[in-house]
């Protein structure tokens, strides 16, 4: 496909899928499930047919390759896979029994949309989960084809995160560790949990939540050194990062968009005062998912740890209808879809992030 073609098809798949995601509001069952399997399926196929699409494809495809050849011992021991999680290796091994390198391409994608779909549907029903899904595959599920392994290990704490409402911290932890042996960042979403107030349902106060950003304030500023700290206790999944603690040629371009976006919504919901504490504690995370992306203007790779304080952006847009009155709410859909779009056109077509455009399949 050209570049053009391939915008179209991606903003056409994914707009029918959001469409498909839609009929979750149907009361028939047959409707509604038809809906939803059409809506997770449709993206899952389009990545798992990628060929070279996707700045990690290639390193991807030949892990999975050296996996397929390799025992379950051989894989635990192999030098060129010591920065893949045990989690990561082994499903991708059980997976080579049944298929190719498509097939794992497509299970990886298909469980990323799960957890996401499976969350909204459960947890968010309240929000317009439609344009929140919207969001997700035009923004989020895009990117996951350069940061495949992370991505899933988010959308699993954005799965996990409803232990947190519930006051479980044990399962919620347990959760954190099965996406750790996914993808070992999913460590620093711990501490979300301790930003919501089990007992009274809400958000901390500010008086808890500001030392709270101080100290990741302070992390932010010497995280290399506290690397270094860590290394020199000889933990074995710190070597591998070790490699960030170099400069490259970062431009965090999409800071300022990101600023700009919570900016907004801040502001919106402290003039409509709408008391929503779920709202309240997404736009905390926002916050700090500002403070790690601030790292992007130097280095590229440390700024993704904000993905998991920056997941549930997803629910914010959904809730920005609940600020304006019904009759506004058709139109400010249709205004956040195309802002949705603007932002996939100048992210992925004009600047090329992730090298997801042109897509091309195996011929």
């Not at 996996?67 to 896979?81: A, C, E, M, N, V």
């Amino acid at each position: 496909m050209s570049k053009i073609e391939s915008l179209i098809f991606y903003i056409v798949i994914f707009s029918v899928s959001t469409f498909f995601f839609s009929f979750y509001k149907y009361k028939n069952a047959l409707l509604r499930r038809g809906g939803l399997i059409m809506a997770i399926v449709l993206p899952a196929i389009v990545a798992g047919a990628r060929y070279h699409v996707g700045t990690d494809w290639d390193n991807y495809n030949y892990n999975f390759t050296l996996i397929r050849s390799l025992t379950f011992d051989g894989i635990l021991q192999h030098k060129l896979l010591s920065n893949s999680e045990i989690g990561f290796k082994i499903v991708v091994k059980i997976l080579s029994f049944i298929g190719n390198n498509e097939l794992i391409f497509f299970f990886f994608a298909l469980m990323t949309i799960v957890f996401v779909a499976d969350t909204l549907l459960k947890e968010y029903v309240e929000y317009d989960i439609t344009i929140s899904y919207f969001m997700f595959l035009f923004v989020y599920f895009s990117n996951s084809f350069n940061i495949m392994r992370q991505t899933l290990a988010v959308a699993i704490v954005f799965w996990g995160m409803r232990k947190i409402y519930n006051g479980k911290f044990i399962e919620y932890f347990i959760i954190i560790i099965c996406a750790t042996m996914i993808h070992f960042t999913a460590i620093v979403a711990i501490p979300i949990y301790f930003l919501w107030n089990k007992r009274k349902s809400r958000t901390i106060k500010n008086k808890f939540f500001i030392p709270f950003f101080c100290v990741v304030g302070v992390m932010v500023l010497f995280w290399r050194q506290i690397l270094g700290v860590v290394q020199k206790l000889g933990s074995p999944f710190i070597a591998k990062y070790l490699i960030y603690l170099e400069n490259n040629n970062a431009r965090n371009r999409d800071f300022y968009v990101k600023v700009l976006f919570f900016l907004s919504i801040f502001l919106l919901y402290n003039v409509t005062k709408i008391k929503d504490e779920k709202m309240k504690l997404f736009l905390q995370m926002g916050s700090i998912n500002l403070l790690i992306a601030t790292t992007g203007f130097y280095i590229t790779f440390f700024k993704r740890l904000g993905l998991y304080y920056e997941m549930p952006a997803i629910i914010l847009v959904g809730a920005i209808n609940k600020l304006f009155e019904s009759k506004s709410r058709v139109l400010i859909n249709v205004f956040l879809e195309f802002l949705i779009i603007l932002y996939f056109i100048l992210v992925f077509h004009v600047i090329g992030d992730s090298q997801i455009i042109p897509y091309q399949i195996r011929l």
